[in-house]
């Protein structure tokens, strides 16, 4: 079993639809819990992080945490086109004397107009 | 604005061949990573350093070196390339902050091996 669990894509929305992309995981021991955002043909970069359980938002994103459930998700509202992209959770345990990422495998959202 | 920069976005090598990837960042930051992405894997991690000429493994080293001899250079190093070496390389570059790390990724070099 995978540490990180994330919902297979792809995802097609039309504009304006609201969007839940999902991970799930096993180790109890991660802290810190990550969205990243990867456009074709460029590298991931950092959307929002949470610590803990509870909510953060963000604008149009809003991110959740339960760790009761080992279960987080990323909320898009009012989808646009540019939101197009692979979506990676990520999450962090400080192991080894450094904090080590653990991706999901991502899912592809397409919105169109 | 951080920069991290790959030497290259695509590479065509041959079975056996040493492979050099080149990974620079402009922050003076400690911690540097590879990593690879494979559609339907994520984003695992090869090897890592926190300093010059210091590096770790990661979760999937086999086949892979690095070296770090300036701290803003981290290369990776494909001692005999082969074909299951074929994915996207991404490199990486923490901040250090108090309580979280953000990684900064390069634009990925796509390395197929024939």
């Not at chain 1, 909510?55 to 197009?84: C, H, M, W």
């Not at chain 2, 976005?9 to 990974?23: A, I, M, P, S």
Request: glycine letters at 8%; hydrophobic letters at 30%; aromatic letters at 14%.
């Amino acid at each position: 079993q995978k540490e990180v669990e994330q919902d297979p894509g792809p995802l097609s929305v039309p504009e304006g639809a609201i969007v839940s992309l999902n991970c799930t995981y096993s180790n109890s021991a991660f802290q810190y819990f990550m969205w990243y955002r990867q456009y074709s043909r460029k590298g991931p970069e950092l959307l929002m992080y949470t610590y803990s359980s509870g909510n953060k938002e963000d604008g149009r994103f809003t991110a959740q945490v339960d760790k009761s459930s080992k279960y987080i998700s990323l909320f898009i509202r009012d989808s646009q086109p540019s939101d197009s992209a692979t979506y990676l959770c990520a999450m962090s345990a400080f192991s080894g004397g450094y904090n080590k990422l653990i991706f999901g495998a991502g899912t592809r959202l397409a919105v169109h107009p | 604005d951080v920069k991290v920069t790959q030497s290259s976005r695509y590479l065509v090598k041959r079975t056996g061949e040493k492979v050099f990837l080149e990974c620079v960042q402009d922050m003076d930051h400690e911690n540097m990573f590879w990593y690879r992405q494979d559609p339907g894997l994520g984003l695992r991690l090869i090897y890592f350093s926190y300093d010059v000429k210091m590096k770790e493994k990661g979760d999937i080293p086999e086949g892979y070196s690095v070296s770090r001899e300036k701290k803003e250079r981290f290369s990776l190093i494909l001692e005999s390339a082969s074909t299951n070496q074929t994915s996207m390389y991404l490199c990486a570059t923490e901040s250090e902050g108090l309580d979280f790390g953000e990684q900064f990724f390069g634009p990925g070099t796509r390395l197929t091996v024939l």
